[in-house]
């Protein structure tokens, strides 16, 4: 098994600097933003002609992650790829020099932003401006606040308290009930208010613990437990081995079931109580196995049946799997997570990574790659598949 594990390694890395080199390579937003504007399909950037999604509109949701990315990737090269890592930087510091006094305006990072840098949101196909509470939090805060952090102790080490108590300020809007997870619509209590209870907020904040932990920042952590706690307390359903996306509610995003996975023992390190283990690889097993219907995983199953209950298969959800199942078969050393590894990793590169481009379609159906976009039009900068692709790489070099 020695011999998958080392061609995964390589594998892993050539893809992901075929990723970054694509990226840096483009002409940035502003001067300063990260482009990854192109149709997956017919390989085309994105033209104003587009509309929400070319490149008149910035995304903060994918600034903030291509921060983090950035940062990682360019601390992950520096003795493998020094070139490619001094250029990662220039850009990194260019995006961090940009990213932070956006945020800097009202505390706030928003979905999206017009040609003018003004926070709008979509209207059937009308733009107009989005509200500004400031006291509701969102995912894209989230992104920006995480690519911040890691960002500022790279690059700027007399920010990192600004921005760790920037990290807390969204941590504690999480836990405070001050969180909308949809931002396409106006930000507002009332529809704060209106939300299901998903995991989302949580499992997505809860890839913060490991960060923290890779500045030196331990002390800071707590919350990663008790997000921990919380999720597998309220949302794991142990008939069906799932988490469901609101408790009481049949619906399971298994792709975010196994992305919690892959968060927690990343974070967890090697010192992972026995039973929460057993718990959160039954988890990874399941969502895996049920969902991995057709081309990849769906997106949405039933609970209760275990049948998918959507045609859509995104591509993150497999390098989601490879780094969840990677840091899981580190401990268990279990058949079921290597099964869960190997066939994410096969059909990852096998039907959805497009060789010498640098980008995977997005999405698959049963009738084969599809223009489906679920959250943002731009590509992964480097977030779900690279930092997955990372941790898989961090594991095999352990093992060896």
Known sequence: M????????????????????????????????????????????????????????????????ALEAIVTHAAAFESIDPSLTEALDRAGRRLYAALDPLRATDGHVYFCYDRDMRPIRFQGEVFVPQTRPADIFTFSDTFAAKGLVAAAARYAPADLPRQLAALETVIAAIEDDRFQIDEKVPLS????????????????????????????????????????????????????????NVPGEDRCNVGHGIEFVGFALDYLEGDVDPELLRVLETILVSSFDKGFVGPGVRLVVSAATGTPISPYCPWWSLPETIRSASLCHERSHSAQSLRA????????????????TGIAYQCLTDDGPIDYVPATPDLDPGYHTGLSLLAAIDVVGRQS
Do not use: C
């Open 2 to 65: 020695s011999a998958f594990f080392a061609a995964a390694r390589q594998r892993y890395l050539a893809s992901n600097a075929q990723t970054l080199r694509w990226m840096l390579a483009r002409p940035p937003l502003h001067g300063a933003f990260v482009n990854t504007k192109m149709n997956p399909l017919s390989l085309v950037d994105y033209a104003a002609v587009d509309g929400w999604r070319g490149p008149d509109h910035v995304y903060g949701w994918i600034q903030g992650r």
């Open 189 to 244: 209590r009332a529809m704060l208010e209106a939300e299901a209870a998903d995991f989302g907020p949580r499992m997505i904040m809860l890839s913060a613990g490991a960060l923290l932990t890779r500045i030196g920042r331990r002390d800071r952590t707590a919350f990663a437990d008790r997000f921990i706690g919380h999720v597998i307390d309220r949302y794991f359903d142990p008939g069906s081995g799932l988490l469901r």
């Open 341 to 356: 590894w190997q066939k994410a990793d096969e059909v990852f590169f096998r039907d959805y990574w497009r060789e010498g």
